[in-house]
């Protein structure tokens, strides 16, 4: 087996990642990632061992930059409706300066085949902080008590959705700013009665 180099494994996700933009995650192959690399095959299985660990490899590199941007911000000693405006800021940041983790992000969570072979919220030191802030916030009557769950994905899919809006250029941007995207999650996640 070669030795590993981690430049090489990040050339192979870049390449995947551009790969699963283009053609899906389904239209992605181990033999389609060589391809675009300029090398062989071979070459992807001393890095990942099949296509499938290619393919969480990539997600765990995006949720990974999702997660950097996320732990200063959980740091943050604020209060709680304060904290919530400062996590869906940061995700609107990392909306705009890294638009392709936010695209791969959303390919992999909108895969019900897949969705239980990614990391668990436990699995990730940053989620679980998150997810129990949320918790406590919920026990605290701040958000709704809908599973947190549920909640940070439907907050997500509307991120999402305003950062492919930008990418695209729609015509409806000129009526939209991230404050209407903060107060449009607020009134999703926030009990009734936080919202005043």
Do not use: W
Request: hydrophobic share 50%.
């Amino acid at each position: 087996m070669k030795t590993k180099n981690e430049a090489v494994r990040l050339q192979i996700i870049e390449a995947a990642t551009e790969l699963i933009i283009e053609v899906g995650i389904a239209g992605t192959s181990t033999t389609k990632v060589a391809q675009r690399m300029g090398g062989a095959q071979s070459n992807i299985y001393s890095y990942f061992k099949s296509k499938e660990a290619l393919i969480l490899g990539v997600f765990a590199y995006h949720q990974k930059r999702l997660t950097n941007v996320l732990l200063p911000v959980l740091n943050l000693d604020l209060a709680p409706r304060q904290q919530l405006r400062a996590m869906i800021k940061a995700v609107l940041l990392f909306a705009d300066d890294q638009p392709t983790s936010l695209q791969i992000i959303a390919a992999f969570r909108a895969q019900p085949n897949l969705r239980h072979s990614l990391p668990s919220i436990a699995e990730s030191a940053v989620f679980t902080r998150l997810f129990k802030l949320f918790a406590q916030y919920q026990t605290a009557g701040i958000l709704k008590v809908i599973p947190a769950e549920f909640l940070a994905e439907a907050a997500f899919s509307l991120i999402v959705d305003y950062g492919t809006a930008k990418l695209s250029g729609e015509a409806y941007l000129d009526q939209l700013d991230e404050n209407a995207i903060v107060t449009l999650v607020e009134a999703l996640v926030l009990a009734p009665d936080q919202l005043a």
